[in-house]
């Protein structure tokens, strides 16, 4: 008895101090400086768009890349694509379904990832689209019963009833709640996800399952890039490739939208892939639009020691030791001017920092700034639930949890109704 009241003692004082760890007050933010953006690595000023692109881009994707997503080598990979599903009847007759088998294959092996396209019926000419991962497969997003259920691995979940890694056929519709696909057709876009897990399981493997197994042997350097979010990444970049492919979808109005890590994912395939027309990252937090040196919520060295498969190899050495990188992820905001960005945080999701991701926002300005667009002059945090837009920016806080709600999708495609939709 004496034993187990011990045992319940230590378990008590270990969470408290667990949780004691976590920063969640803006006092106990350490006294940082954000790396300069505008300067680059010589020391010389940026002062054009031309200078930005030419220069100072070049070098902070460059280190993005090496030091912090990754990379994913694709060398002896071919992607193909077949369309395995056409219903032009699909949503009880407002969307066309497409289901596309997007195959990977080196010279042994194939691995197949398939992408659910959603487009609106009414429309004669080609559409906009939004493109994203999700968590769970497919047919999570929506109870159509024509959606394929993958068969690859997946994330239990005692709410879903998923307890061996296989998503069982009750799990159809499970995140519909998050992914409005009757309203976003009915706004007229275009909706296409894959399942992130078809592409890499999420899980920390060494990097031998997913597309990764296909690499074949890599060198040491490349080896050091590998990395799940590159992964995700890529796989998002290959769905653009088959936009590109397909008539019924205006391939220069993609948009790339992505949740919590997903959203990290989001950001870098817009970063690294410029012909995404513009970027949605909600909730993505750490290592995603929030600043890493206000140590607010997760840390690097949190999200490096629970998911140490998501970043490149040398990102664990910022592990509590933020103020060592020569960038701070404005610098990854800042990657995608001129193109429209959105930004959204939840108020009750304070692991993911909504004021960090406000203030990454907000100092990727000056990269917009060049290209003769307004941005934020304000850095106090929005209302909540009232979304600010300042040229081809627009972040929201909204009420709630973490997590992807129809307030939301509406509040992205207000703003891609307006820099994507009906701009050229
Ligand atoms: C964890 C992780 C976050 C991530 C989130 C998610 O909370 O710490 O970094 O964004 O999972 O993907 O849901």
Redesign the pocket.
């Known amino acids: 008895m004496v034993f187990f009241i011990r045992l319940f003692i230590l378990y008590i004082l270990f969470g408290m101090e667990a949780k004691a760890q976590v920063n969640y007050d803006e006092n106990d933010i350490p006294t940082y400086v954000l790396p300069q953006l505008l300067v680059s690595n010589d020391g010389t000023n940026i002062n054009s768009s031309e200078e930005w692109r030419n220069i100072r881009r070049p070098e902070i994707l460059e280190f993005l890349k090496n030091q912090v997503y990754g990379h994913f080598n694709d060398h002896r990979i071919i992607v193909k694509f077949h369309i395995t599903d056409y219903d032009d009847g699909a949503l009880g007759g407002r969307a066309i379904r497409k289901q596309v088998a997007i195959s990977f294959a080196n010279d042994i092996d194939t691995i197949t990832a398939n992408m659910l396209v959603y487009l609106p019926l009414s429309s004669s000419e080609p559409v906009p689209l939004i493109v994203g991962l999700n ?1 769970f497969g497919n047919h999570t997003v929506h109870s159509d019963p024509s959606i394929l259920i993958s068969d690859s691995w997946v994330m239990n979940n005692e709410e879903f009833g998923i307890d061996d890694h296989v998503a069982p056929p009750s799990t159809r519709g499970v995140r519909a709640h998050r992914w409005p696909v009757s309203r976003i057709i009915e706004r007229g876009y275009g909706l296409a996800t894959i399942y992130y897990g078809d592409l890499d399981p999420d899980y920390d493997d060494g990097f031998k399952n997913g597309l990764h197994a296909l690499q074949g042997a890599l060198s040491k350097s490349d080896q050091k890039l590998n990395s799940s979010i590159s992964a995700w990444a890529f796989g998002l970049s290959c769905a653009m490739d088959y936009f590109e492919t397909d008539e019924d979808v205006d391939s220069d109005k993609i948009i790339v939208f992505g ?6 994912s989001s950001l870098w395939a817009g970063a690294s892939d410029e012909r995404f027309a513009m970027i949605i990252s909600n ?6 639009a929030a600043l890493s040196r206000r140590r607010y919520g ?1 840390t690097i060295k ?2 490096n020691t ?2 140490p498969h998501w970043f490149a190899s040398d990102f664990h050495q910022y592990n509590d030791n933020e103020d060592a990188l020569p960038l701070d992820q404005h610098m990854l905001l800042a990657t995608l001017a001129p193109r429209p960005i959105y930004v959204a945080s939840a108020l009750e999701d304070q ?2 920092d909504p004021k960090g991701e406000f203030l990454s926002l907000f100092n990727a300005g000056p990269s917009y700034n060049l290209y003769g667009l307004k941005v934020f002059t304000n850095e106090m945090m929005p209302n909540v639930d009232d979304p600010i837009w300042a040229g081809k920016m627009a972040y929201h806080i909204r009420s709630g949890v ?1 997590d992807v709600t129809l307030y939301d999708w509406e509040k992205y495609m207000d703003f891609a109704d307006k820099h994507v939709r009906y701009s050229n």
């Not at 949740?259 to 990290?264: N, P, Q, T, V």
Request: glycine fraction near 20%; charged fraction near 25%.
């Open positions: 968590f949740h919590s890590r997903l959203g990290k909730n993505s937090g750490c290592g995603g997760e949190d999200i629970r998911f692991w993911a973490h």
